[in-house]
């Protein structure tokens, strides 16, 4: 006699009578949000937020949209659009200011600089140079110094993080297959997105956060620094940071004999340029000059951005045109830092920002603390924000208002401190979903022989943070009390 089975899907095994119902567990991170959020919303009805009701209103849709970004891991760009909606709908702002944020020049800088680092990318230059730079390495530690050196300048030709990522990724994956030894490819996937990150503050197209800052700065009617300036005070900084980091990845992934292993790198590229890409050369050179020498000239760096657009888009110059070119633009980068110009401006405008800095110095004597204090509170809270908010731009937009502001009341240069919690938020390499660049080359398809160099990547991750932000801490102190205000940007205020 045969007996037959009845198998049922587990899904449904708890529609039988007398079966017991699964157990889901429970999303605290859900609840998190719903309870913050329900705090949020008694604290704005009851009138417990500080100034008047414009303000009161704004700041409460900030934190909301703090809340989706941090706690809930919302994408940002359509929380900072219904944090712009409902100011509009609130009254806090105009809808024309949502409109007209996108014809900020801001928005114009980034557009063309997209346009710009998109034929640079097709015409494969980038890979080309990054090789030929490469090709005289013999051992890892002179490898890890050239790609330090060659990460570091793309940042004044490629604006947003991603997008440098986007552009050496194929660099990575050309020189893990040709180095072989999973220790060593497991230090460049580390060391690429580090570098990247830290090097974004050399130049003022290296984030979206840049330009939220600068645009900060003049709407407080503070000095804003032009493109060369921006350099001037950023470049040091990105150059020594960029550094500790190889040394620390160097230090802490391989030891000497590693270090020191024979390499046999591809032979670069050697022959000739062709026409469309001695085009695009003439054309990035000329722009990067021209955006140095903005003083001299008078040209604004939007503008010089504009005619370096167009004439990378001439087809019969640089083989691209413009309706190519556009559609590798990261839009949704640009979405949302148009919608964090609407966000910042209606903080400023509606006395939030000034509603919070008040508030904060009546609950906190910042005097008491002396500014050395109130700089390395500053620090802290701008170095470790991204295990809170994962956007670089969002980051900006809260770091700014709540700590770079009222922290300001104790006595310190508002400016420096705009420039110290943007620069120290480009610190964000402890996770693989803390940034873009990161997830990639940690996430990176590797042939099945070096698939082991990404399995212990995130404890990786982990370990040079911890031991990257003591250096980072001092390197911000340092240049925040001694080097910058020698450069003009003063401590105190």
């Known amino acids: 006699m045969h007996t037959t089975a009845l198998i049922l899907p587990a899904a449904n095994a708890a529609t039988l009578p007398g079966t017991q119902q699964p157990v889901r567990p429970i999303d605290l991170r859900a609840l998190l949000a719903m309870a913050l959020t329900g705090l949020t919303l008694a604290a704005l009805f ?76 097709q015409s494969g230059l980038a890979e080309r140079w990054a090789l030929q730079a490469v090709a005289g390495a013999r051992t890892p530690s002179r490898l890890f110094v050239r790609l330090t050196w060659i990460i ?73 620094p032009s493109f060369a300036t921006w350099a001037l005070w950023a470049a ?33 590229q050697l022959s000739p340029l062709t026409a469309s890409q001695r085009g695009v050369v003439v054309v990035i050179g000329t722009t990067v000059a021209a955006w140095a020498s903005a003083g001299m000239h008078g040209v604004d760096a939007t503008m010089v951005a504009l005619v370096g657009a167009l004439a990378i888009t001439f087809k019969p110059l640089t083989g691209v045109d413009m309706k190519a070119a556009l559609k590798k633009v990261e839009w949704n980068l640009v979405l949302f830092l148009a919608a964090t110009l609407v966000l910042g401006e209606a903080l400023l405008h509606s006395g939030a920002a000034a509603a919070l800095a008040n508030a904060l110095l009546a609950a906190v004597p910042l005097q008491r603390f002396g500014t050395g204090s109130v700089l390395i509170l500053a620090i802290l809270v701008a170095l470790l924000s991204h295990l809170l908010i994962t956007s670089r731009t969002a980051r900006a937009l809260v770091l700014l208002p709540t700590v770079a502001l009222p922290l300001a009341a104790g006595g310190l240069n508002p400016a420096l401190l705009i420039f110290v919690c943007v620069i120290g938020s480009g610190f964000c390499q402890t996770l693989a979903v803390s940034a873009k660049p990161v997830a990639l080359f940690a996430r990176a398809e590797l042939p099945p022989e070096l698939s082991q160099a990404q399995q212990s990547i995130d404890g990786a991750l982990l370990r040079l943070s911890l031991a990257l932000l003591p250096v980072m801490a001092l390197l911000l102190w340092l240049f925040a009390s001694f080097v910058w205000p020698l450069q003009g940007l003063a401590l105190r205020a």
């Open 46 to 121: 009851n009138g417990w937020l500080p100034g008047p009701a414009e303000a009161r209103i704004a700041i409460g849709v900030f934190v909301l949209a703090v809340i989706a970004w941090s706690v809930l891991r919302l994408a940002d760009t359509p929380v900072a659009l219904a944090a712009c909606v409902a100011l509009v709908a609130l009254g806090v702002t105009q809808p024309e200011a949502l409109y007209t944020s996108l014809g900020d020049s801001v928005i114009w800088l980034l557009i063309a600089a997209f346009v710009i680092a998109a034929v640079l990318q």
């Open 236 to 268: 040091p900084f990105a150059v020594l940071s960029s550094f500790a980091a190889t040394a620390l990845i160097s230090a802490l992934f391989l030891d000497r004999s590693a270090r020191q292993q024979p390499l046999s790198l591809p032979a670069p």
């Open 152 to 224: 570091i300048a793309t940042a004044f030709v490629v604006p947003s993080t991603s997008g440098r990522a986007a552009l050496l990724f194929p660099v990575f994956v050309v020189l893990a297959r040709a180095v072989g030894e999973p220790r060593i490819v497991r230090a460049m996937a580390l060391l690429f997105p580090s570098v990247i990150l830290l090097s974004a503050c050399a130049s003022l197209l290296g984030a979206g956060a840049h330009l939220v800052a600068v645009d900060f700065m003049r709407r407080l009617g503070l000095p804003a």
